[in-house]
């Protein structure tokens, strides 16, 4: 249930509940919502936990979530089944036959989840007023400078392709039917 609201919620609706939760009712000050240019190193890392937190509760639960299905389907195969019927444990069957081969998907779902922290930035750059990219980004489009949003449109595209890239060539790499051809 909190995988699937995690993923149901918007990043910049989670990001407000963490403000209302964190900074103004705890009124937790080691959390606070805004970044500010006179914070010193350690103010930094704890202004970013709420952002971090925002990004990470998304990604992590649609990760839990493709994690578990790609070990399901794998574990209903018959080499699996073959596995259990030799009498290896639970946890050899799933560390040595199901894991390898479901990782292709998993390392699929983790590289485009990745592209969509650096596309999903911009959003919580803003509820959290955090200068970045992503602000400058919406800065620019507020001022109607498009130079600059083609610039980090294409920086964003940039990095989208070659995490996409990455994924494909780790997906290669972790699945042992991929790896050897026939």
Known sequence: MVSLAAISLPEFFVGYLLIMFFAVQLGVATFPST??????????LSAIALPVATLVLVVLAHM??????AILNVMSSAYV????????SAFRIIAKHAAPNAM????????LNLAYLVVGVV?????????????????????RDMPVVQACGLIFAAFYIFLNMAADLLAILANPRLRHPR
């Open 64 to 69: 839990m979530r493709m994690t578990r299905a």
């Open 81 to 88: 089944e073959t596995a259990e019927l030799k009498g290896l």
């Open 35 to 44: 970044v500010y240019d006179s914070m010193g190193f350690g103010e930094r």
């Open 104 to 111: 292709a998907p998993v390392i699929n779902v983790i590289a």
């Open 123 to 143: 959003v919580v750059e803003v509820v959290f007023v955090y200068p970045g990219m992503g602000q400058y980004m919406v800065d620019a489009v507020t001022v």
